[in-house]
Each structure stands twice: as structure tokens, then as C-alpha cells.
């Protein structure tokens, strides 16, 4: 049976495309689960903490003199710090495109990743769709916010 990681990081997208396309519509809050702009924001503040994590996992397996073994844990935590941070202190709009810039720059650490042959062909080319795919979305969300 093939692994269902790469199914379930595309389901991930549904909640980011729904939420962009109710703002569009100008559907401002989700019955029981509130403020569109909320839904969205929360739900990418945790996936986006998750993919910080994920890279923080990474490090973990890597020799100590692998330039990687030191970037990734610095740069998952600014990201996920900065997220935090960015959260607390930004309006919706602000925060919407503080996520953009997040997902691009893990994008960007995927990358390298990638070139450092850490995570494998199938892994990158799941994260750069999923990734375009949140990007897309949420650009279209912070634009009408």
C-alpha cells in the first residue's frame, strides 16, 4: 500500500481554497467555526508551524557537520516565532501575507533541501504544488481583505 501522506498533504489545501473562495464571495463568517478570516489565518498558522516543525525534524537525522544541521533548526524557529509573533500583532490582511512569505521561504528551504538530496524527488514535487496551491490561495484571500 502506498503511503498516504502525499493524498493527505493535498486534502491540506481544501481548507485554504474554501476559505479563499468564501472571502471572495464575501461569506464573512462559517456557521460554528466563526470569521472566514479566522478560520483561514489559524488553520495556516498551524500548518505552516507544522511544516517549521517538519523541517526541525529533519535536522535531527543529519551529521553535525551537515550545514543543514545548522540552518534548519534556526530557520524553523524564526519562521515559526515570526508566525507567532505575526499572529498576535498583525491585522488579517498583514497576517494572510506574512503566511505567504512563510510558505514561500519553506518552499525555498525545501529547495535546498532537495539539493542536498535530504528529501527525496516525490517529497519536493508534492510540497511545490501543495505550495503554489496555498500560495494561490491565499493570495487570493489577502487581496480582498
Known sequence: MKKP???????GTIPFSVCAIFITLGIDTIPVLGKTTDILSIYGLVIASFMAGAHWGNHLSLADD????????????IIALALWLGF?????????????AAFISMLMIDYGLHQAH?????????RKYVTIIVVVALIIAGVQL
Open 5 to 11: 501522506s502525499p493524498y493527505l498533504t493535498f486534502a
Open 66 to 77: 551537515n550545514r543543514w544541521a545548522i540552518k534548519l533548526p534556526i530557520f524553523s524557529n
Open 118 to 126: 535530504i528529501i527525496n524527488n516525490e517529497y519536493f514535487r508534492v
Open 88 to 100: 498576535l500583532t498583525l491585522s488579517s490582511a498583514g497576517f494572510i501575507w506574512l503566511l505567504v
